[in-house]
Nanobody, 124 residues
Framework: QVQLVESGGGLVQAGGSLRLSCLAS????????VGWFRQAPGKEREFVAA????????YYADSVKGRFTISRDNAKKAVFLQMNSLEAEDTAVYYC?????????????????WGQGTQVTVSS
């Protein structure tokens, strides 16, 4: 069992930055791939970024590549999403999730555990 809790969301102006954190409980956290997804009102949940269990492999959606950076600290059971150059289109609830499926990172149904989400609002 893995429990995930996100934090760090808020209101920021376009061009600004936020750092999201995802803190986990459970002894097997370091064996999971962790992803960040987001969901805007009226839209489907979409993949943002993911990181392999060791942290060696990073994956990004094209829409955030070059602006967002995912990282993890397995000793602290934490995953982070540094978001720079934020745009109004980045406004959404952001979720972190954990998956044992390492060969595919962007499919919602592959993820077994989800946090409750944190709201990010970017004003233009």
């Amino acid at each position: 069992q893995v429990q995930l809790v996100e934090s760090g969301g808020g209101l920021v102006q376009a061009g600004g930055s936020l750092r999201l954190s995802c803190l986990a409980s459970g002894r097997t956290f370091s064996t999971y791939l962790v992803g960040w997804f987001r969901q805007a009102p009226g839209k489907e949940r979409e993949f943002v970024a993911a990181i392999s269990p060791s942290g060696d492999s990073l994956y990004y959606a094209d829409s955030v590549k070059g602006r967002f950076t995912i990282s993890r600290d397995n000793a602290k059971k934490a995953v982070f999403l540094q978001m720079n150059s934020l745009e109004a289109e980045d406004t959404a609830v952001y979720y972190c999730a954990a998956s044992r499926i390492l060969f595919r990172v962007n499919v919602v149904r592959d993820y077994d555990y989800w946090g409750q989400g944190t709201q990010v609002t970017v004003s233009s």
